[in-house]
């Protein structure tokens, strides 16, 4: 993903900055003014396609809008632009601890009242809730991602005589026996990236413990080496301990590397059949293989392995570091059904805002990804990793990541790796 | 060669400056230029003066042409030294004052403590081994007549940057042999040895099949048979592809006076019936069938084309087993980058990259060797052997040593190999105290500088003692 933004990055600033200039000269209520914007989005699929968002608002107000992309370390430049005395009016954030981290500093400010109103009209209550912080809603959830959904190869599927793809977890593992007794290996697992693994992981604990726990863990507050924990590294090993489940057995997963794990469900040789990864995956499988999303490839979402199937994600909220009128107004657009559905007719783009019309995605599989996200309701939960300390979460080589990793090479050894994961915890939880 | 051009400059300087110089001792302070121009030279070239003020041009005028030197050294050398040991006894905010507690997490904290056993293990090995392979090569390519088309050859990864070798070298070591040349020849002599069994992976079911894995890699039947019986043996986890060049699967009709049976792919695309031959399903030719009595295979057969086999045995009761050859899992290869590998296989590309460096020094001292030594040994009657041994290698000594003593410092800094090539999964593994040290203090949300600053810190001292050693050489060289 972030190759893709890195590349298409110089074409984009281009781009932007002819759409920006542009976008004034309609008259509107807000002739004349001015409204900064900053994001990570870059690239035809994606820069250009928010950059159609951000024109159809001059176009209602007449307001100029002039879009920046901030590359990929977000907080970073919005620092350095606050340290200059310069930030954008409305900024779009990745992540949720960024969006704490500045309500904390005072560098955005509280949505104005009717925007609020409209939040808490269109969004579930977890999306309020994620753009809030200490009871001051500061965001507007735009955009969304799952990563609770298994990609898979229909041909493998029809060879198997598999006609239904699986709900729950026993119902999964036994989808993958038939798989293997079918000459196909099941899962492709890209285990040299260690966020491969904790994604398993969090779908498997929201699903096995509750959302209520996993905010719990999230935050540290419950142990590692808690039984819920143990259930989840348990459920896992009914695939992980496999060999014959895994494309390569268990050392070929670790020596392969996400990019590397989607070709070889979907490329031209392909060699397992199912890949559990995020929704981006549908955007891999069409610029790296020659399959089609839709007809060579399509998706289930991740089964139930407690009793309800878990929504995990991500996703990008918009907030205003400058209190102006246009920044107003374009948040209150923001907060919309027709500026999300603005990108969501153009692709590539999930909006956890429910009164979007499903109808105006392009195509099945985005409109059923969208779909699990809204209806997954207050229950939806941001990725575990990326809510802790990097040391833990996010770091290759240490902490979950490698922990993991070790457990995909011995997954018998579950006490053990509850309590590895607890004192790496304790020590990155601060 | 230094001995004989530098000494006359100064001796043709003396005139000026040696009456004054001599006359004044350096702590008197008789004013302007001249007292001056004492106490500079003696300060500042202190190895030439030797005490004596009295060389030099006047001390301002050093100072002056110094000046830029010192202020870059103390800029870019001795400040951020000293920085950098200031910041060690610090934590990772740099505010509270922790002593020596950032080097003993080197030693505690595991990550830490195996790069610095993962450097121990690179200087062990590394530097020795360049340096053998190029003396090995410079002494073999002076008797060859493409000797320079060899020598470019060998020298060209040096013109790589390390990044591109990396991942090169990713690619050579990739586990899946389709793609990784190593693991590609290691299939292929593997299977020139030993042919590759035309069913790999095929297994029966785990459950409700007629067979069950004996242990060692074959399967048996669980019931005993007789001959007049015929037998399903059912088999799953053949891929479609390999089922498209089969023939349909036919059930054998019972015989007396044999075992007879039928050996198939019980998983027609689609499904089938577990245990019956559907139509659709293929039979496994040439798969090999023992009948055993008490242990003991009595008799064998080999499957047909449509999958049936008949075992011509004396009345009794068997066990049928497909025997393990049939359904050995393909050979895969080594896992290069795996956790037991990785540092090995960084080394080898190390290696390659640096053995050319090795020959081109060790090759130009080759070629200073006065020949006439090597010829009054080949007179004495000695043997090649003892030629290379007793006379080449004392008289290459230097240069074996400024060689290996340059690639201990370099190897002692490594970074952009590992932190290239070493996998996610095995990354910890493959660990070296410089790759330590930038993911500690730079990467993630809360970088230690402290800790990161203790290993730099003992990375300096680690490197220092080569330093100090080719300092001494080149002294003593010129002096």
Redesign the interface.
Same mark, same amino acid.
């Given at each position: 993903m972030l190759g893709v933004t890195l590349a298409a990055g110089l074409a984009v600033s281009a781009a932007a900055a002819c759409g920006g200039g542009d976008s004034g000269g309609n008259d509107g209520p807000l002739k004349g003014q001015t409204v900064t914007v900053a994001a990570i989005w870059t690239g035809d699929n994606e820069g250009a396609k928010f950059q159609k968002v951000l024109d159809e608002f001059s176009k209602r107000t007449g307001a100029k809008v002039t879009y920046t992309p901030t590359g990929d370390n977000v907080a970073a430049y919005l620092g350095s632009k606050v340290d200059g005395n310069a930030p954008p009016d409305v900024a779009f954030l990745p992540q949720q601890g960024v969006l704490v981290e500045f309500a904390q500093k005072g560098w955005i400010k509280p949505l104005p009242d009717d925007t609020q109103n409209l939040v808490k009209q269109n969004f579930a209550q977890v999306w309020q809730n994620l753009g809030s912080h200490n009871g001051t809603m500061y965001g507007v959830y735009f955009k969304a991602s799952s990563k609770s959904t298994i990609w898979y190869r229909k041909q493998a599927f029809?060879? #198997? @005589?598999i006609t239904q793809p699986p709900t729950t977890w026993a119902d999964f593992v036994k989808t993958a026996?038939?798989l #293997?007794?079918?000459? #196909?290996t099941p899962i492709s697992v890209g285990?040299?990236? @260690?966020w491969v693994l904790t994604d398993w992981f969090e779908n498997v604990y929201l699903s096995v413990a509750g959302p209520e726990k996993y905010d719990q863990l999230s935050k540290h507050e419950i142990p590692y080496t808690d039984d819920t924990v143990k259930e989840t590294l348990r459920k896992l090993a009914e695939i992980w301990s496999k060999d014959?489940f895994l494309a390569?057995?268990r050392?070929?997963a670790? *020596?392969?590397?996400f990019p590397a794990s989607v070709p070889a469900v979907f490329g031209d040789s392909p060699k397992a059949a199912m890949l559990p990864g995020a929704d981006f995956v549908a955007s891999e499988i069409s610029t790296n293989t020659k399959s089609k999303v839709g007809t060579d490839a399509d998706f289930f979402p991740f089964p139930a392995v407690g009793d309800k199937a878990p929504v995990v994600g991500a996703g990008d909220v918009a907030v205003m570091m400058k209190d102006t009128q246009a920044a107003r107004e374009l948040m209150k657009f923001l907060a919309s059904a027709e500026a999300a559905e603005i990108w969501a007719k153009q692709g590539g783009f999930i909006s956890p805002n429910k009164a979007v019309d499903l109808s105006t995605y392009p195509d099945e599989v985005q409109r059923r990804i969208a779909k699990a996200v809204i209806d997954a309701g207050d229950d939806f939960r941001f990725d575990m990793s990326d809510l802790a300390?990097?040391?833990f979460g996010?770091?290759? @080589? *240490?902490g979950e990541?490698?922990i993991l990793?070790d457990f995909?090479?011995n997954p018998s050894d579950v006490d053990g790796t509850a309590k590895k994961l607890e004192d790496a915890a304790k020590a #990155?939880f601060k | 060669m230094t001995d004989t051009s530098d000494p006359p400059a100064p001796r043709e300087q003396r005139p000026d400056d040696a009456s004054a110089a001599d006359s004044s001792p350096p702590a008197s302070a008789s004013p302007g230029d001249r007292a001056a121009a004492v106490a500079a030279p003696s300060s500042a070239t202190s190895g030439v003066a030797a005490g004596k003020g009295r060389l030099g041009p006047p001390p301002w005028l050093a100072g002056g042409f110094l000046a830029p030197a010192l202020i870059l050294l103390g800029l870019l050398v001795v400040y951020p030294i000293l920085y950098t040991i200031w910041r060690s006894l610090y934590d990772a905010d740099g505010e509270t004052f922790v002593a020596l507690d950032n080097y003993v997490a080197i030693f505690t904290d595991s990550?830490t403590f195996q790069a610095l056993k993962n450097n121990a293990i690179w200087v062990a090995v590394a530097p020795a081994l360049i340096t053998a392979c190029g003396l090995i090569f410079a002494v073999l390519t002076e008797r060859v007549r493409w000797a320079a088309a060899f020598k470019i050859i060998v020298f060209m990864p040096m013109a790589i940057s390390m990044v591109a070798a990396g991942v090169i070298f990713t690619l050579v070591y990739?586990?899946?042999p389709e793609r990784g040349v190593l693991n590609a020849i290691a299939v292929g002599v593997h299977d020139t040895f030993k042919s590759p069994s035309p069913y790999p =992976?095929v297994r029966p079911?785990?459950q409700g099949s007629p067979l069950r894995p004996d242990g060692s890699g074959g399967f048996s039947t669980t019931a005993q048979v007789r001959p007049g019986q015929s037998v399903a043996l059912p088999l799953?986890? /053949?891929? $479609?592809a390999?089922?498209r060049d089969l023939k349909a699967a036919k059930a054998a009709p019972a015989q007396p006076g044999a075992v007879t049976g039928t050996v198939w792919?019980d998983?027609a $695309? =689609?499904?089938?019936k577990p245990n019956q031959i559907d139509a659709n399903e293929k039979g496994l030719s040439k798969v090999k069938v023992e009948a055993l009595q008490g242990g003991k295979v009595v008799a064998t057969a080999t499957t047909r084309d449509d999958g049936t086999f008949r075992i011509a045995v004396p009345d009794g009761a068997y066990t049928l087993r497909l025997a393990e050859s049939n359904f050995t899992p393909p050979y895969?290869g080594v896992?290069w /980058?795996? $956790?037991n590998l990785v540092t090995p296989a960084i080394i080898g590309a190390y290696v390659w990259m640096w053995a050319g460096f090795a020959m081109v020094l060790i090759g130009a001292g080759l070629s200073a060797i006065p020949r006439d030594a090597l010829e009054a040994a080949r007179v004495d009657g000695a043997t090649e052997w003892q030629v290379f041994r007793r006379v080449t290698i004392p008289l290459l000594a230097p240069v074996l040593v400024v060689v290996f003593v340059t690639l201990v410092i370099n190897v002692l800094k490594i970074f952009d190999l590992v932190y290239i090539m070493?996998?996610? &999964? &095995?990354?910890?593994d493959a660990?070296v105290l410089a790759l330590r040290m930038y /993911?500690v203090s730079f990467?993630?949300?809360?970088p230690d500088q402290g800790l990161g600053s203790a290993i730099a810190v003992v990375l300096f001292l680690l490197v220092l003692p080569a330093m100090i050693f080719n300092i001494r050489r080149f002294r003593s060289e010129q002096g």
């Open positions: 029809t060879d #198997a @005589g026996q038939t #293997a007794d079918s000459g #196909a285990g040299a990236d @260690g014959d390569g057995g050392d070929g670790l *020596q392969t590397e300390p990097a040391a996010g770091t290759k @080589g *240490q990541w490698k990793q995909l090479r #990155a | 990550a990739d586990h899946a =992976g079911r785990e799953v986890a /053949l891929s $479609p390999k089922q792919a998983f $695309p =689609g499904g089938g895969n896992t /980058l795996g $956790p070493a996998p996610g &999964s &095995s990354i910890q660990q /993911l990467v993630g949300e809360s």
